[in-house]
């Protein structure tokens, strides 16, 4: 099993520029794909963006393209999200989570999840 703690969202001004960290526990998280997913008031819960174990494979949603990056640090046991260029869109609560294949597929289930970090992007 592993734990997941998001970090580092707030409140920036549209344009600006967001670091999310997810720190894990556990030797696993090494093995495992990493996704973040984000949520806004009153919609469901949608997919951001996803690596695999190794960080070779990386996936995204097409409202990010292009401003997102996903990444990891398997020594540090930590996953990130650089969110440049955001929108006011872009406010939501944003969760990391872990799906155990290693593929970091979009599609797969996502098993762990942290507790969430909040982003909201002013206009």
């Known amino acids: 099993q592993v734990q997941l703690v998001e970090s580092g969202g707030g409140l920036v001004q549209a344009g600006g520029s967001l670091r999310l960290s997810c720190a894990a526990s556990?030797?696993?998280?090494?093995?495992?794909?990493m996704g973040w997913f984000r949520q806004a008031p009153g919609k469901e819960r949608e997919f951001v963006t996803a690596?695999?174990?190794?960080?070779?494979?990386?996936y995204y949603a097409d409202s990010v393209k292009d401003r997102f990056t996903i990444s990891r640090d398997n020594a540090q046991n930590t996953v990130y999200l650089q969110m440049n260029s955001l929108k006011p869109e872009d406010t939501a609560v944003y969760y990391c989570?872990?799906?155990?294949?290693?593929?970091?597929?979009?599609?797969?289930?996502?098993?762990?999840w942290g507790q969430g970090t909040q982003v909201t992007v002013s206009s």
């Open positions: 690596l695999s174990w190794n960080g070779g494979n990386k």
């Open positions: 556990g030797r696993a998280f090494r093995t495992y794909g």
């Open positions: 989570a872990a799906e155990t294949s290693g593929l970091g597929r979009p599609t797969y289930e996502y098993v762990y």
